[in-house]
């Protein structure tokens, strides 16, 4: 009886490990896909779209992330294929560069304005 | 002299304004990936359409030739279009043509290519999509052409038609 009972303890525990791999893979697997674009959908992500595209590429990052690829990798996989307008959150390359510098800029920009304004004031 | 400054900075804003919305406007919003420089083939295992074997792509592309590969499906409305192009292309010796089909229906693909014709030395079957992702295509139909170095040199989005069969023949050639 007691070995029956630890029998079924450690096979409760497998299953419940196993349950959280799972559940692991699917919050990897959805944070993958809200952040990539559907190509063909209009300002969709892969993750909302139902489109033909959309469930081959969710068909394939399923795949990758059973198959243990990191989320990095994937990602790359992606930007190789289908270039960087694929990844919601562009990487900084001299094609980007603008994108990421010029909101810095233009808050410095108004910071400087603000506080010339407030030392005139004074 | 400080208005004038301030309006002549006003002036060049709406100005650049007007110059990115009016670029934006006559951009096209259909995304085509670029194909900046040559592209090895992807390396894949597929399952042959007339049978249920597998082949490898080194198979497929063994031969010293050009080959297109061109992604279909039954239920994609201009691949029929666009298929007796493809019944032409098939009448050159210099290129081979691969088809892949794309999440579909076996029965109905047999009865588009009975009906329409089997331009493709090598049917392939892609049904989760897989192989047209690993090749960078996002739809169907889809065409791409490999040089002898095993390269994608060409894309072509959506079907194609008598002036891009030209251009490939200008390339085969």
């Given amino acids: ?92 390359n001299k094609n980007t560069f603008v994108l990421w510098i010029l909101p810095l800029l233009l808050f410095l920009l108004g910071g400087a304005i603000m506080l010339k304004k407030l030392v005139f004031k004074n | 002299m400080k208005n004038k400054l301030n309006l002549s900075i006003i002036i060049i804003f709406l100005s650049f304004c007007f110059v990115i919305f009016y670029k934006g406007l006559n951009n096209s919003n259909i995304y085509t990936p670029k194909i900046n420089d040559k592209k090895n083939i992807p390396i894949f295992k597929a399952k042959i359409f007339s049978s249920n074997n597998y082949i490898d792509s080194e198979k497929i592309f063994a031969e010293n030739s050009y080959y297109i590969v061109n992604i279909w499906a039954s239920w994609c ?8 192009s493809l019944m032409e292309l098939s009448k050159s010796k210099s290129v081979k043509l691969i088809g892949l089909n794309y999440r579909d229906n076996l029965k109905n693909a047999k009865k588009f290519i009975n009906e329409l014709g089997n331009p493709y030395s090598q049917i392939l ?45 200008k390339i085969i050639k």
């Avoid at chain 1, 190509?39 to 243990?68: H, M, P, R, T, W």
């Avoid at chain 2, 409305?77 to 007796?84: F, I, L, T």
């Avoid at chain 2, 090749?135 to 095993?150: H, M, Q, R, S």
Wanted: hydrophobic letters at 40%; glycine letters at 6%.
């Fill in chain 1, 1 to 92: 009886m007691k070995i029956l009972k630890i029998f079924l303890v450690i096979i409760l525990s497998m299953g419940f490990s196993q349950l959280k791999s799972y559940e692991k893979n699917d919050e990897l697997k959805n944070k993958i896909l809200k952040n990539i674009r559907c190509l063909i959908c209009q300002g969709q992500s892969v993750y909302d779209s139902e489109s033909d595209f959309a469930l081959s590429i969710k068909f394939i990052v399923d795949k990758k992330i059973n198959e243990g690829t990191s989320e990095i990798k994937i990602y790359e996989f992606l930007r190789e294929k289908y270039g960087d307008w694929i990844i919601y959150d562009p990487k900084l």
């Fill in chain 2, 77 to 84: 409305v201009p691949c029929r279009k666009e298929h007796s």
């Fill in chain 2, 125 to 169: 079957i892609d049904n989760d999509g897989i192989l047209g992702v690993e090749f960078g295509a996002y739809g169907v139909p889809e065409t791409f052409l490999i040089d002898k170095n095993k390269k994608i040199i060409k894309k072509f989005v959506g079907p194609i038609n008598k002036e891009i069969v030209r251009e490939i023949k």
